[in-house]
Nanobody
Framework: QVRLVESGGGLVQAGGSLRLSCAASGSIPSIRAMGWYRQAPGKQRELVADITTGGSTNYADSVKGRFTISRGNAKNTVYLQMNSLKPEDTAVYYC??????????WGQGTQVTVSS
């Protein structure tokens, strides 16, 4: 079992920045990758960015060049630095951890609101 706790959401003006954090606890060695998804009202949940234990990263086209995903030294923490935020980035952001057996764990979600 893996437990994920997110922090760092909030309200920001367009063009501003926010940093999300996610700390994992439990069966850390079982985790293959960690990442962030988001879900806006009336839309499906979508991948924002993820990072594997080997450090490979993957980004949605809509956030490339603006968002950066990284891991802490202890490997059980993942960060999402979000710059040049746009109103369309408004969503609930969920931390995700995928195990080597492809089981997905989810955090409780944190609201990010970007005002125009």
């Amino acid at each position: 079992q893996v437990r994920l706790v997110e922090s760092g959401g909030g309200l920001v003006q367009a063009g501003g920045s926010l940093r999300l954090s996610c700390a994992a606890s439990g069966s850390i060695p079982s985790i293959r990758a960690m990442g962030w998804y988001r879900q806006a009202p009336g839309k499906q949940r979508e991948l924002v960015a993820d990072i594997t234990t080997g450090g490979s990263t993957n980004y949605a086209d809509s956030v490339k060049g603006r968002f950066t995903i990284s891991r802490g030294n202890a490997k059980n923490t993942v960060y999402l630095q979000m710059n040049s935020l746009k109103p369309e980035d408004t969503a609930v952001y969920y931390c995700n951890a995928e195990s080597y057996t492809l089981y997905n764990y989810w955090g409780q979600g944190t609201q990010v609101t970007v005002s125009s």
